[in-house]
């Protein structure tokens, strides 16, 4: 199974701050990495999708980049609604597997 | 608009199965693979599978084997992930979820709501 590690695990930021989560995958997966937001309570929403595209309705203030074996979620600058969980998925081979979640929270 | 209305709780006993039914409205419903992803609790995401709504064709995580089957009922739009004798590490919230790419290797958007499972004595 590919492996993927997030990291970090937890992060404290303000409102404003630019926020960088990476994730890493035990082998190579081209492009085929996704990220999803949660909320407590809720179920994930897409992010950002085959790296680096932007779905519909997903402000710009959220970009992913990377290919291979690495890759990375930024946040220009947080905002209220951006205190959640954050996920990646790679689906390049079965079984298709997710990073452990980062948790962004109010410094 | 794209939409996945799940089935309610459930609470089950050990060794007991769990079936649940994920509706689906808004698009074509043998267009897109569904994907099941379950969550245990205050713990991160697993992948369980995919169906075809299509021709019926499903794929599953080594895990699940022999324990899992997804099956469909285009009629009424609906899929559904049946998991047999199950444990209490079973307890988890189980997610469906659209494969947007048109394939079964692509981005998951949008989700159904969720239905949260129990297993317990």
């Known amino acids: 199974d590919i492996q993927m590690t997030q990291s970090p695990s937890s992060v404290s930021a303000s409102v404003g701050d630019r926020v960088t989560i990476t994730c890493r995958a035990s082998?190579?997966?081209?492009?085929?990495l996704h990220w999803y937001q949660q909320k407590p309570g809720k179920a994930p929403n897409l992010l950002i999708y085959?790296?680096?595209s932007l779905p519909n309705g997903v402000p710009s203030r959220f970009s992913g980049s990377g290919s291979g074996t690495d890759f990375t979620l930024t946040i220009s600058s947080l905002q209220p609604d951006d205190f959640a969980t954050y996920y990646c998925?790679?689906?390049?081979?079965?079984?298709?597997?997710f990073g452990r979640g980062t948790t962004v929270d109010i410094k | 608009q794209v939409q996945l209305v799940q089935s309610g709780a459930e609470v089950k006993k050990p060794g007991a199965s769990m079936k649940v039914s994920c509706r689906a409205s808004?698009?074509?419903?043998?267009?897109?693979?569904i994907h099941w992803v379950r969550q245990a609790p205050g713990q991160g995401l697993e992948w369980m599978g995919w169906?075809?709504?299509?021709?019926?064709?499903?794929k599953y995580a080594q895990k699940f084997q022999g324990r899992v089957t997804m099956t469909r009922d285009t009629s009424i739009r609906t899929a559904y992930m049946e998991l047999n004798r199950l444990r209490s590490d079973d307890t988890a919230v189980y997610y469906c979820?659209?494969?947007?790419?048109?394939?079964?290797?692509?981005?998951?958007?949008?989700w159904g709501q969720g239905t949260l499972v129990i297993v317990s004595s």
């Open positions: 979820a659209i494969d947007s790419s048109g394939g079964p290797q692509g981005w998951l958007d949008p």
């Open positions: 808004g698009y074509n419903f043998i267009g897109f693979y």
């Open positions: 169906i075809n709504p299509n021709k019926g064709g499903t």
């Open positions: 082998q190579t997966i081209s492009n085929s």
């Open positions: 085959a790296a680096s």
């Open positions: 998925q790679q689906t390049n081979s079965t079984p298709q597997t």
